[in-house]
């Protein structure tokens, strides 16, 4: 087997750097994986540029990433359901507690994933193509299904349709296009906001409403929409979604929100460490909009709580995406890679490039990086 290399965080703040890393060996229960590409989330941006503001049990250097599509190199004792050779999309956790950080992290030519999430891919999707949605997925199925989420009925082969309304506050999102076919996919009708030269692509989703979430009558705007529809809850994603999605619940009757990002962006804080005023202004802010979103939420009885994507890595949610129904509906077209990929480059060297790109915006685009 050839050598491994990884994109390193050498430490807090500093630019990714390619060097070699030790070949991982996958345990019971673990495939090795050669990374054929991998997505930046902007979960890999805010650590890189907070420091330990996430993430602080992760030890420097550290390899971020959590999206990788590839080809099984070799599998751990116990291991079923893959064998060498087999064409891959996986979830890579090395960034969450508990796990094999520099072994499990995305960003690496040989990387070890977990059996329970990875799926197999049809020849006819792409790695490049399939790499946009493992975080992506994780966390629109961990909001949507998980019970003290959204709690919803789970994704059938056929569904029934009729179990009511699912709001996605922020469709065009990677989190958001996911959990628009996730919630279809499950018996529900799905309203949405994007930008408006992203509305077509939301219906194309599945979506069969979408407003512009800029737009200051949007609560209003989607709370008449669904008057007398049975609104089982609403997921909010995006920067600030969160009192929106709340005042939205107290509207139309849902009792459940998923919260899946802060109230506040964290692009401004300064690229260094240590105190400073911007750092003071955000993080009060945060604290402030939080606490005024979950005091409105608990005056209407509706239960407002955070995601955390990962979390299906130790449920019966992560077995229901994994390994029950994303095989089947990659398989049979009816779960899409979404949102769309873009190449930014080709190796590890490109990985920074891609992460300045993401730090600099996209619109329902996912930025990839083939090895
Ligand atoms: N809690 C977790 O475990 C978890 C996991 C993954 C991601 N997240 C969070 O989820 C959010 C989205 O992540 P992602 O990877 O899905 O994002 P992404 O694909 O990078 O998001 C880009 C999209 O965000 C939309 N957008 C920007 N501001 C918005 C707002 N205020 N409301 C609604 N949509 C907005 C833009 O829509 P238009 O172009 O249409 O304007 C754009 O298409 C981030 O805050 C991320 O930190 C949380």
């Avoid at 792409?126 to 998980?146: G, I, K, R």
């Avoid at 019970?147 to 709001?167: E, K, N, S, Y």
């Avoid at 939301?202 to 009558?217: C, E, P, Q, W």
């Amino acid at each position: 087997m050839s050598t491994n290399s990884a994109a390193w965080l050498p430490e807090a703040r500093s630019d990714v750097v390619v060097g070699p890393a030790e070949m991982p060996v996958p345990g019971p229960g673990e495939l090795l994986v050669r990374t054929r590409a991998v997505a930046v989330n902007p979960l890999d941006d805010v650590k890189q540029w907070t420091g330990n503001l996430m993430y602080r049990w992760l030890p420097y250097p550290a390899v971020l990433g959590e999206d990788v599509a590839g080809e099984v190199a070799a599998v751990g004792p116990d291991v079923t359901r893959f064998a060498p050779g087999d064409r891959v999309v996986a979830y890579a956790v090395g960034m969450e507690r508990g796990t094999r950080h520099r072994a499990e992290g995305g960003f690496q030519s040989f990387v070890v994933v977990r059996e329970g999430l990875t799926a197999p891919l049809p020849d006819t999707l792409a790695f490049h193509d399939a790499v946009v949605l493992p975080l992506a997925v994780s966390t629109a199925a961990t909001a949507l299904f998980q019970r003290d989420h959204l709690a919803l009925p789970h994704p059938t082969p056929a569904p029934v349709g009729g179990r009511g309304t699912v709001v996605v506050w922020g469709g065009s999102t990677s989190v958001g296009s996911n959990a628009i076919q996730l919630a279809v996919a499950s018996g529900h009708r799905v309203v949405t906001t994007a930008s408006p030269r992203n509305h077509e692509r939301m219906r194309d989703l599945g979506a069969d409403l979408v407003v512009d979430y800029r737009d200051s009558t949007a609560v209003d705007r989607l709370s008449e929409a669904l008057r007398g529809d049975e609104v089982v809850g609403v997921l909010a994603v995006g920067t600030g979604s969160g009192a929106a999605a709340v005042a939205l619940a107290a509207a139309t009757g849902a009792r459940r929100v998923a919260l899946a990002s802060p109230a506040v962006s964290f692009a401004s804080l300064p690229r260094r460490g240590g105190p400073s005023v911007t750092a003071a202004l955000t993080m009060t802010r945060l604290g402030a909009s939080t606490a005024l979103t979950q005091l409105t939420a608990r005056r209407h009885g509706i239960s407002a709580r955070f995601v955390w994507g990962s979390a299906l890595m130790t449920n019966e949610v992560g077995r229901m995406l994994w390994h029950d129904h994303l095989p089947r509906a990659l398989a049979d077209g009816t779960h899409r890679p979404a949102p769309e990929a873009e190449v930014v480059g080709e190796g590890l060297e490109s990985i920074q490039t891609a992460l300045d790109r993401l730090r600099a915006g996209v619109s329902a685009k996912k930025l990839v990086v083939v090895l």
